[in-house]
Each structure stands twice: as C-alpha cells, then as structure tokens.
C-alpha cells in the first residue's frame, strides 16, 4: 500500500522543523539558566524530547537503508553509517537520561526558592595528542 502523503509535503515538513530547531537554538543562547534548563530538560528528553525523536528518526532511516542495501539499491556503506549514527545516538541518550532527574529537579525548581549557591564544578579537559 502506497504512502498516502506526498512527498512534498513531507520535504516541507523536514525544512520546517530544520527550521524551528535553529530557531530554538537562537533562543536557548539567548535565555538565562534558570529558563534554558527547563528547555535543555525537554529537548534532549529520550524518550520524547526532540533528541529521542531524532534518534527514533535516525534507526527508520537505518531500517529502510538496509532494506534498500539488501535489494542493491544502496551501497551497504549507507546502511552502516545510519546503524552506527543511530547506536552513538541512543548511547547519548542513556547517557543524558542518567542526568535527567537533576535537569527535572532543576527545571522545575522555583525561581524564588532560596537556594544555597551553587558550589564550581572542577571540570577535566582532555587534551587529544
């Protein structure tokens, strides 16, 4: 059974949401913390921020790349590349979604809730040879 939906609307589709991401983007540099980290919390959410949608998107493209690999359509190589973004994108994701009930507790943390200031973080810097 054929897609019912044209693929120019779906091209459309792509570009707009292209779009807006570089649009929340300005924005996110633009807001101060205590306003960017409810925004971060809800992007890079994996299971429905914008980054789980993403790395959703990423494994159908793998999936359809290696049906097309297997008919000869596509190199395999395309195939492989998709898998391999796709994995690196689901291992961030686990990675991020360790800190995400800190994001939480942070993004949904009062602004006139009197807090102890925040204590620096030493941080490592790797250094490639």
Known sequence: MPNPTPIPSLTRLADDITRQLG???????????????????RVLDPEHGALGRFTHLVITGSHFARDQAERGILP?????ALGRAANELYDIGLDIDEHADT?????????TT????PAAAPLVVRRRR
């Open 23 to 41: 649009q929340l983007t300005e924005h996110l540099a633009q807001l101060p913390a205590d306003q960017a980290i409810p925004v971060i919390a």
């Open 76 to 80: 395999a190589e395309v195939w492989l």
């Open 114 to 117: 009197v807090a102890q200031p």
């Open 103 to 111: 994001l939480t507790s942070l993004s949904t943390r009062s602004a």
